[in-house]
């Protein structure tokens, strides 16, 4: 089959957490398709799949199917293995859809942290506010990627978006949260089993019914994707620089400053980081904020 085909000699290249959502694409979301030649299948085929997708899954997830079908027929087309690809100039599920803006209010962050519990999804939940990690960087997280000594994480490239080691150097309480966790010999910081924390819809439901036990009333519609965006916009709100806000969330400089910016910025890091707990605990525990100078 194509997409075992394309797989294969693309797994080597792809993060362990894009590789598996695409093997399940093909298997799941483009099955009716599978048996079909590559040069059989017509853009009328895609386009009437893609619908289908749409009823069944949302715009968001057929569009990402969409993605994987093209990604995989530009390839084939470079392997010489069909001559045109049909993905293309079919409507796109997730065109017009706005980008999300949500970012959680001081008292929402307040809430939050602490509906969260003292188990592996409340502090994993914490980690994603403190850090603005993603949430498989954080879930992920294996003890080789930690020195509690130090107080830094090293997040492999291997794990991340754009493939570039992301190294944090936490604040006290999130070096806490992590040095409460059992090691109990596992290779991964979460869990019961032998690889990376896999229960994120049940944390999320959970999470959302105790704040309703808590306050009476559910959040507004968020997801915890929503943290990396409200802890990045909180930086900015208390006066960290952009420039070094984009590198506390491993945003990749780009242009000249690539090119001649060499400085990796850890004490501004460490600072920021610093800065923005101290921020997230104050709400937390209704004081004023001890913001600290950046160059300290």
């Known amino acids: 089959m194509a997409a075992e085909r394309y797989l294969d000699a693309r797994r080597d290249l792809m993060r362990p957490n894009t590789f598996k959502p695409a093997k399940r694409y093909f ?11 590559l040069a059989g299948i017509k853009r009328a085929d895609v386009a009437a799949r893609l619908q289908e997708l749409v009823k069944a899954h949302g715009r968001t997830s057929a569009a990402r199917a969409r993605n994987y079908l093209s990604a995989m027929y530009a390839w084939a087309m470079r392997e010489g293995l069909c001559e045109a690809n ?17 970012i959680l209010s001081d008292d929402e962050i307040r809430i939050v942290w602490n ?12 980690l994603l506010l403190l850090t603005g990690c993603r949430r498989e960087e954080i879930g992920g997280l294996k003890w080789q990627e930690i020195n509690l000594d ?15 080691t992301h190294e944090l150097p936490l604040p006290k309480v999130a070096l806490d949260l992590l040095a409460a966790v059992p090691h109990e010999g596992r290779e991964y910081v979460w869990g019961r089993s032998d690889g990376p924390f896999a229960g994120w819809s049940a944390a999320k439901l959970k999470l959302d019914a ?20 409200t802890m990045r916009t909180g930086l900015g ?6 420039h070094i806000a984009e590198l506390c969330i491993n945003h990749v400089k780009g242009g000249v400053r690539a090119i ?9 890091i460490k600072a920021a980081l610093a800065r923005w707990a ?15 100078s950046l160059s300290a």
């Open 86 to 102: 049909p993905v293309i100039a079919t409507n796109d599920p997730a065109a017009g859809i706005l980008a999300r803006d949500r």
């Open 260 to 268: 001649y910016d060499r400085y990796r910025y850890r004490p501004e």
């Open 27 to 37: 298997e799941v979301h483009w099955k009716p398709l599978r048996e079909r030649s």
């Open 210 to 229: 105790q704040i309703v036990m808590m306050t009476g009333k559910p959040l507004p519609p968020w997801r915890l994707h929503d943290l990396r965006r």
């Open 115 to 126: 509906a969260c519990g003292d188990d592996s999804p409340g502090r994993i939940v914490k």
């Open 237 to 242: 709100k208390i006066g960290v620089p952009p």
């Open 278 to 292: 101290d921020y997230v605990l104050a709400q937390v525990e209704g004081r004023e904020s001890k913001i600290v």
């Open 150 to 164: 130090s107080g830094v994480i090293a997040i492999p490239g291997e794990r991340i978006k754009n493939r570039r």
